[in-house]
């Protein structure tokens, strides 16, 4: 498994970094705001930041960085995943678990993300594997380990919440509040978390425009009317089963007919074969987390009105397997017979040459390129060598500060060797990476969009506009 987790994650990065022409987005994003170490950031909480700090200091300043450590997680996430289903169903179940998830198109054509939702899956997989351990074998040491990770889980994304409410509902439904042991490692589990998230909970009160504003801005605060909230919500359902999930599903298919016919070769059972002991608590562990995610985002739609982001289902549609598994009926004595798990080897080589097939058909390199722009379309390198040299004599040095959209600036800072960081919209205000003083003193290279931006600023590629603001001394002393 860890073999082909890893040739999994170098096919993938070789093949997502040749058909983009720019890096995603989110990574970015964290690229930009790593550049200081903050309490949390304008749109999210800081763990992830943070981690892409340490990683740098390793790797260095780069899109390649991003990609690593993104596919780090994921692949990590995976294989917990993978295990927590051979210790409850056995070796042959969690092979068919593993090659469906991989193709869920979360972790294949988004391999090189690096954003909270990839943070994010570990924490709500390493919850899972602890929830096991704490229903089948009860130590503090679990609710201490857990207590860790629901801290690290709030400090990376607020959705970390959805996994807490699955483990609250195991703790009622296996009536774990029975039994003073466990209600005090629930109390020490809760207690933990808070410590850790305590200092981002206070910078939150600081903050105008933080986390919470940005979210009750955009998806909290969209207040769809009841016909809206019913579209939008069973849109985003299908797309996560029938579009993220739907490589998944029909390699499931496959090994629901190859079981079908090898459970002819089989003796019929003396008696009813009922799971008992562990198995029922792992089956209920896998239900809880694969069905209670999407019911809860569900609900948040229907009855609040929320804008469920299609994103969302990242750090939780690999759960959605097992589930699609228990509904087949397949059980590890009949994966093992016959021809059942070939069937799923070959479907899974299959499947992966399709999507690789598809994802570059769809690029600007293949025969059917998007109709509408695409991020990964975004000539950033061809912008940055646009701009970089003219900026650089009207500065009389390099370029230090980029100012203008994150994502393009972001960009364009990756191409040039000086390493600029990014004012991001021009606003001090989301860049706390950049000082007042500095920006007094000037020196600082503008971009808008096309259709944007003053009179006087150079026009080049596809209409992108420029111009530089010189330094203090350059014009005169003035701010």
Known sequence: MAMLLLLFGAVWLWHLDSVALSPPADNIEQLTWMRSLEWGYYKHPPLPTWI?????????????????????????????????????????????????????TFYNGRMNYYNHNIVLMLWVALSAWLWWRILTRPQRRWWLALGVVAGLGMLSKYQYAVAAVCGLWLFVRHGLWRSPAQRQGLLMALAIALVIFLPHALWL?????????????????????????????????????????????????????????????????????????????????????????????AAMGVLWGVDLQLQWGTAFALWTVPACMAVLGLREATLRAGWTLPVAGVAFVALQGLLVWQSYDTSAFGRHPPRSAHWREFRSQALAEAVAQPARQELGGPVRIISGPA??????????????????????????????????????LELWPPGEGPADAHRVLDGWGWRVRPPAAASGGGA
Do not use: K
């Open 407 to 444: 994502a393009a600036s972001g960009a364009v800072a990756l191409w040039l060797p000086e390493q600029p960081r990014v004012l991001i919209y021009g606003d001090p205000a989301l860049s706390p990476w950049i000082t007042p003083r500095e920006l007094e003193r000037g020196g600082i």
């Open 52 to 104: 892409m700090w340490a990683f740098v200091q390793l790797a260095g300043w780069s899109a390649w960085s991003s990609y690593l450590l993104g596919s780090l997680f994921t692949l990590v996430s995976l294989a917990i995943f993978s295990a927590l289903l051979h210790e409850i169903h056995g070796r042959h179940y969690a092979w068919v678990g593993l090659l469906a998830a991989l193709g869920i």
């Open 205 to 297: 009160l600081e903050q105008e425009r933080g986390p919470i504003a940005y979210a009750m801005q955009s998806s909290l605060g969209a207040q769809f009317g009841p016909g809206q909230r019913l579209t939008a919500t069973a849109r985003w359902l299908l797309d996560w089963l029938f579009n993220r999930c739907l490589p998944a599903v029909l390699l499931l298919l496959l090994v629901w007919w190859a079981q079908r016919r090898a459970r002819r070769q089989l003796p019929s059972p003396s008696g009813p074969q009922e799971p008992h002991g562990a198995a029922v608590l792992g089956q209920s562990l896998l239900w809880c987390w694969g069905l209670l995610p999407p019911a809860f985002m």
